[in-house]
C-alpha cells in the first residue's frame, strides 16, 4: 500500500511539473510587428535582420511575427498603431513623424551634419540613445535605433544638377522638414512623394529630379531605368537612423533579460546595417555608372553655401521647439567634443572635421 502511495505521489509531482512546464511554453510572448517600407524596397531588410536576430536570442520567450509594409494597414498608420497597442512594433523613419514633433527630424537624418559613424558613437556612447526615449516615450513608445545609412545618392533626374544655381526653380522630390527648408533656400521646391511613387514621377516630369535612399536601395528600385544625371553628394541626408517603435505596454511584459535580448540584437544590427548599405551603395554606383548614368559633384563653394544654409536651418529649427533643441544641442556637443581627437586624426579619423558647425551658444539660447 505504502509503495502504492509512493508511486501515487510521484505521478502527482510529475504532473505537476509536466503542468509547469507547459504554462511557462504557453507564457511566450507573441508580437506582430510591420514596417514603414514595402517588400520591394531594400530597407526592409534592415527591419527583417533585427526582427529574425530576435527570433533566434529570445525564441523562448517572444516570437515576432513580421509583416511587409502595407500588408496589415499602409505606411503611414504604423504609428498609431504602436502607440495604441493594435501592433506590437514596427519598424520606421523617425523623419516620418515630424508633424507631431519636430524633434524627430535630427533623429532620423540632418542636413550636412552628422554622417553615419557619427550617429553611431552618439546614439552609443554620447547620449543619444536616451533622447530617442525621451521623444518617443511621449507617445507611450519605447525605441530601439537598429539601423545606420550614410549619406544618400542625391538628386537624380532627366536635367542636369552640376551647380547650387543648377537647383533654382526646380521642383524636387525630398524628404525631411529640415531638409526642404534648406532646399527652398537654395532655390529648389520640395514636392513630398511616397517611395513608390518616385519611379513615376521623375518619369512622367512631374519632378525636375528626386532623392530617396541610398545607391544600392535607389538602383534597385529602377531609377536606373529613368534617370539621366545623378548629382552628389547626398548632402540633404548625410546620414539615416531607422529603428523600432515598441509599445510601452508590450515592452514592460517582457522580462529584463527578453529586454536586453532585444537591445543586444539592435546593436548588431545596427553594425550590419551600416556595412550592409556601404556595401549595397559600392555596387548600386557601379552599376549606375554601368547604365549611363553620368555623375556631377558640387564644387567646394557650393558645399560651403550648403553647410552655411544647413547651419541656420537647424538653429531656427531648435528654437521653434524646445525638444528639437535639445536634440540638436546635444549632436552639436557631440562634434565638438569628439573634435579634440578627431582633428588630430586626420586623415584616419571617422567623421569630418569640421570648419563651420551650427552655433552651440544660439541653440543653447532656445532650450
Same mark, same amino acid.
Given at each position: ?51 529574425? /536576430?530576435?527570433?533566434?536570442?529570445? @525564441?523562448?520567450? #517572444? ?7 502595407? +500588408? %496589415?494597414?499602409? $505606411? ?97 522630390? /525630398?524628404?525631411?522638414?529640415?531638409? @526642404?527648408?534648406? #532646399? ?7 514636392? +513630398? %512623394?511616397?517611395? $513608390? ?119 531656427? $529649427? ?50
Amino acid at each position: 500500500m505504502k509503495m502504492k502511495s509512493k508511486f501515487a505521489l510521484s505521478g502527482l509531482a510529475a504532473g505537476i511539473a509536466l503542468a509547469a512546464f507547459a504554462s511557462t511554453a504557453q507564457a511566450q510572448e507573441q508580437w506582430t510587428m510591420t514596417t514603414t517600407w514595402p517588400d520591394n524596397l531594400d530597407l526592409i531588410e534592415i527591419d527583417r535582420h533585427w526582427a529574425e /536576430l530576435v527570433n533566434k536570442l529570445a @525564441g523562448d520567450e #517572444l516570437q515576432i511575427e513580421f509583416r511587409a509594409g502595407g +500588408t %496589415l494597414m499602409p $505606411g503611414t498608420e504604423v504609428f498609431d498603431a504602436t502607440e495604441t497597442g493594435s501592433i506590437e512594433a514596427a519598424g520606421d523613419w523617425p523623419g516620418y513623424w515630424a508633424g507631431r514633433s519636430s524633434a524627430f527630424s535630427p533623429l532620423a537624418a540632418t542636413p550636412s551634419l552628422f554622417n553615419g559613424l557619427d550617429y553611431l558613437n552618439w546614439i552609443q556612447q554620447w547620449g543619444g540613445f536616451e533622447l530617442y526615449q525621451e521623444v518617443y516615450g511621449q507617445y507611450n513608445m519605447v525605441y530601439l535605433p537598429y539601423g545606420i545609412t550614410n549619406n544618400e545618392s542625391g538628386f537624380m533626374g532627366r536635367t542636369p544638377i552640376e551647380s547650387l544655381a543648377d537647383l533654382d526653380g526646380k521642383r524636387l522630390r /525630398l524628404s525631411g522638414r529640415d531638409q @526642404g527648408r534648406v #532646399l527652398e533656400r537654395l532655390g529648389g521646391s520640395q514636392v +513630398t %512623394l511616397s517611395g $513608390g511613387e518616385i519611379y513615376q514621377a521623375v518619369e512622367r516630369g512631374v519632378v525636375d529630379g528626386a532623392e530617396f535612399s541610398t545607391p544600392g536601395v535607389d538602383y534597385n528600385a529602377g531609377f536606373a531605368e529613368v534617370v539621366e544625371y545623378w548629382a552628389t553628394p547626398g548632402w540633404h541626408q548625410s546620414a539615416s537612423v531607422f529603428g523600432v517603435m515598441i509599445n510601452k505596454d508590450a515592452w514592460d511584459a517582457l522580462s529584463e533579460e527578453t529586454q536586453e535580448k532585444l537591445k543586444i540584437a539592435a546593436d548588431a544590427t545596427l553594425a550590419w546595417s551600416l556595412a550592409w548599405s556601404e556595401r549595397e551603395s559600392t555596387e548600386g554606383t557601379v552599376k549606375f555608372q554601368e547604365a549611363g548614368v553620368e555623375i556631377s559633384t558640387y564644387g567646394d563653394e557650393d558645399m560651403a553655401r550648403i553647410q552655411e544654409v544647413a547651419n541656420e536651418v537647424i538653429v531656427e $529649427g531648435a528654437c521653434e521647439d524646445p525638444m528639437h533643441a535639445k536634440v540638436y544641442h546635444s549632436m552639436v556637443s557631440y562634434l565638438q567634443h569628439y573634435a579634440n581627437w578627431r582633428d588630430v586624426s586626420v586623415p584616419y579619423n571617422m567623421s569630418r572635421s569640421f570648419d563651420n558647425l551650427p552655433s552651440l551658444e544660439e541653440i543653447e539660447a532656445c532650450m
